[in-house]
């Protein structure tokens, strides 16, 4: 014979909010705009330097992988 449990559970509070999809927002007439920033200072090292974030080895270069 199967033993049942009877419980109850209470919660207080509740709020459930809808969450919107990406494309929701777009056909909804969001615009959605880019801004690209490059730092071109020499400031970060020399581009033969493959220890520094001017490296032209685009594997280690931050600025490469970014874009």
Known sequence: ?????????????LKIERRHTFLEYIF???DIELSLAID????????????????SDPRRNQYLQVM
């Open 40 to 55: 071109f200072t020499m400031s970060n090292g020399a581009i033969h330097d493959p220890k520094t974030l001017h490296s």
């Open 28 to 30: 909804g007439g969001c």
């Open 1 to 13: 014979m199967e033993k049942k449990n009877n419980c109850a559970l209470t919660l207080q509070g």
